[in-house]
């Protein structure tokens, strides 16, 4: 069931980020490379569950093969960035900041994909040059 698939990615986007953020913490008390690559590898895993939960969303709210395709994914994830940010009433207080929030949150999407797409297990000397995941933090 594509419920079951949605509930499974937001649970392991959701413990993903509880590590990272544990392990956060380690990495300023302590300057230990093996921490720095589990720190790099639990970074990672958030951005990759997170676009995952993302392909599901559209999967479910849009359409299958809809949600293969990474350009409906982006859009998906900026129409839900616009909407948490109306919500906010941020939007509608700042009409101006319309504009801006909505390059900010394209650049986010596509980021998004693009890092999701080098740290997940590519062994391209891109990973760590052209791409590397502190630009995307």
């Known amino acids: 069931m594509l419920e079951n698939s949605i509930e499974h990615e937001y649970f392991q986007l959701e413990v993903a980020y509880k590590q990272f953020l544990h392990l956060l913490l ?3 008390k302590a300057d230990d490379p093996t921490l720095k690559v589990l720190l790099y590898s639990g970074y990672s895993r958030v951005i990759q569950h997170l676009w995952e939960l993302m392909k599901a969303q559209v999967c479910y709210k849009v359409s299958k093969t809809q949600s293969e395709k990474e350009n ?4 998906f994830i900026v129409r839900a960035l ?3 940010a109306e919500q ?3 939007e509608t207080t700042h009409p101006q900041s319309k504009a801006i929030n909505l390059t900010k949150y394209e650049s986010f999407a596509k980021d998004l994909r693009i890092h999701r797409n080098r740290v ?3 062994v391209l000397s891109e990973k760590f040059s ?3 995941l502190s ?3």
């Open 26 to 28: 380690k990495n300023k």
């Open 72 to 75: 409906v994914v982006e859009e």
């Open 82 to 84: 616009e909407s948490s």
């Open 88 to 90: 906010y009433d941020d």
């Open 120 to 122: 997940s297990g590519h």
């Open 130 to 132: 052209a791409y590397p």
């Open 135 to 137: 630009d995307f933090w």
